[in-house]
């Protein structure tokens, strides 16, 4: 049983208000805990001693002369100044318990429609030990991973079926085989691709997995694919065990899509890594002034038990900057009470380019690096594409120039000569 008597759970907020950050903060405590827009009769002094939110800590920062969201109130005291802070507060663990539907409808609920607020993005979360022993985390995490990849001395090279989605499984099954033979380490199916009728689950892992044995018969090397098993739950309980009847040894899942109830669900059943694909991550953090950050993002789905998760990568395709992906990385990568940090997935137009940026940044290998046209576009097709990549990342770690390195390594010489002009 547990004692959450004396237990918090801890949120930090970056807000914007036309009030001050003191009447702010008190409408967020009151709203998230025993308070509502007038006082009620069973809101005791002990009721509130018990189960109130407590407001910990206010920052001010620079204030803002416009809102950041419309909506907010028309306070005549604001003079056209919205006041900005960092402010944290507190939740007893007993007003939640080890439920994570209702920890996220405390911490991010209905505080996102605050007419008090001009601006509330959710910056991090704390919770107690104790709490966080209750959920499952990730079960195989970076050493899981590299155990069952058979890679542990840089990163985990990979890519995604292309195109999308169109393939039947007998064309998706070889590619991977061609894919497999020229190296890769891993590869995984696309978000849109799932159980289509053109291409049905259950039929292309059985074509994909018999193209992975026959290519490590040939190579020693078993590549590991996350099939998209993203589905209602019932289904994706029968896609994970065609996955492990065929040998296959990972999973993907649109996390976002299908919610956390459902991974944390999924993984105590699961016998493979949970590869975490984030697609519809803009919707909660492209407006700084709205959302989330990562920081706190991951800490939800390593405790519904993800072991693999996105992180988009420097030099993207997307809006996302490259400061953002690099803290990122690094909260996939601290520790949460002890266990195996979650594998950072770095994706998203990748090729060997970005390899000595993304190592500067980080000073890690323990990430998966994935490339779709990085790999498969390479002039020289996709074992040039995967040696390439190799390359680049070997002389990455070793503080190399890429341009030094690539002299007697044509793969890479290709590669900077090809996609280096495609990005200028």
């Known amino acids: 049983m547990l004692n959450m008597a004396e237990e918090r759970i801890i949120a930090e907020y970056l807000i914007e208000t036309p009030l001050t950050l003191d009447a702010a903060a008190a409408t967020i405590v009151g709203e998230q805990s025993t308070g509502t827009f007038t006082s009620v009769p069973g809101?005791?002094?002990?009721?509130?001693?018990?189960?109130?939110?407590?407001?910990?800590?206010?920052?001010?920062?620079?204030?803002?002369?416009?809102?950041?969201?419309?909506?907010?109130?028309?306070?005549?005291?604001?003079?056209?100044?919205y006041r900005r802070g960092r402010v944290r507060v507190s939740f007893p663990l007993a007003n939640v318990g080890p439920n994570l539907p209702t920890i996220v409808a405390t911490f991010a609920g209905n505080l996102f429609e605050l007419r008090e607020l001009s601006?509330?993005?959710?910056?991090?979360?704390?919770?107690?030990?104790?709490?966080?022993?209750q959920f499952p985390s990730p079960q195989f995490g970076i050493a899981g991973t590299r155990r069952l990849v058979g890679v542990f001395d840089r990163p985990i090279i990979g890519t995604i079926v292309k195109p999308s989605?169109?393939?039947?499984?007998?064309?998706?099954?070889?590619?991977?085989?061609?894919?497999?033979?020229?190296?890769?380490?891993?590869?995984?199916d696309d978000e849109l691709m799932a159980n289509p009728p053109h291409s049905p689950l259950k039929?292309?892992?059985?074509?994909?997995?018999?193209?992975?044995?026959?290519?490590?018969d040939v190579t020693g090397?078993?590549?590991?694919?996350?099939?998209?098993?993203?589905?209602?739950?019932?289904?994706?309980?029968?896609?994970?065990?065609?996955?492990i009847a065929a040998g296959g040894t990972c999973v993907m899942v649109?996390?976002?899509?299908?919610?956390?109830?459902?991974?944390?669900?999924?993984?105590?059943?699961?016998?493979?890594?949970?590869?975490?694909?984030?697609?519809?991550?803009?919707?909660?953090?492209?407006?700084?002034?709205?959302?989330?950050?990562?920081?706190?993002?991951?800490?939800?789905w390593r405790l519904a038990g993800a072991d693999q998760i996105h992180v988009n990568g420097l030099q993207n395709k997307f809006f996302e900057s490259d400061e953002s992906v690099v803290r990122s990385i690094k909260a996939c990568l601290t520790p949460m009470f002890g266990d195996d940090p979650v594998m950072p997935v770095v994706s998203t137009g990748?090729?060997?380019g970005q390899a000595p940026e993304t190592y500067r940044q980080t000073q890690t290998l323990d990430l998966m690096y994935?490339?779709?046209?990085?790999?498969?576009?390479?002039?020289?097709?996709?074992?040039?594409?995967?040696?390439?990549?190799?390359?680049?990342?070997?002389?990455?770690?070793?503080?190399?120039?890429?341009?030094d390195y690539a002299r007697d390594r044509p793969e890479l010489r290709e590669s900077l000569a090809y996609f280096g002009k495609l990005k200028r």
């Open 350 to 352: 990748q090729w060997g």
């Open 203 to 216: 039929e292309r892992v059985r074509a994909v997995m018999n193209a992975v044995h026959a290519a490590a």
């Open 165 to 188: 989605v169109g393939l039947t499984p007998d064309e998706t099954a070889k590619l991977v085989f061609e894919l497999a033979l020229a190296g890769i380490d891993f590869v995984k």
């Open 119 to 133: 601006g509330i993005r959710l910056l991090d979360i704390h919770f107690p030990a104790m709490l966080a022993e």
């Open 370 to 403: 994935l490339a779709g046209g990085g790999i498969l576009g390479h002039p020289g097709g996709p074992a040039a594409g995967v040696a390439a990549i190799r390359q680049a990342w070997e002389a990455a770690a070793a503080g190399i120039e890429l341009a």
């Open 221 to 243: 090397r078993k590549v590991m694919v996350a099939f998209n098993i993203s589905d209602q739950l019932d289904r994706m309980l029968e896609h994970h065990d065609d996955v």
């Open 254 to 300: 649109s996390i976002n899509s299908v919610g956390l109830t459902a991974v944390e669900f999924f993984r105590r059943r699961c016998q493979v890594p949970i590869h975490g694909h984030r697609n519809g991550w803009g919707m909660f953090t492209r407006c700084p002034a709205l959302g989330m950050e990562f920081t706190a993002y991951q800490k939800l």
């Open 43 to 81: 809101e005791t002094e002990e009721l509130r001693q018990r189960s109130a939110a407590r407001l910990e800590s206010i920052e001010e920062l620079e204030p803002s002369s416009a809102p950041s969201l419309p909506g907010a109130i028309v306070s005549q005291a604001c003079n056209g100044v």
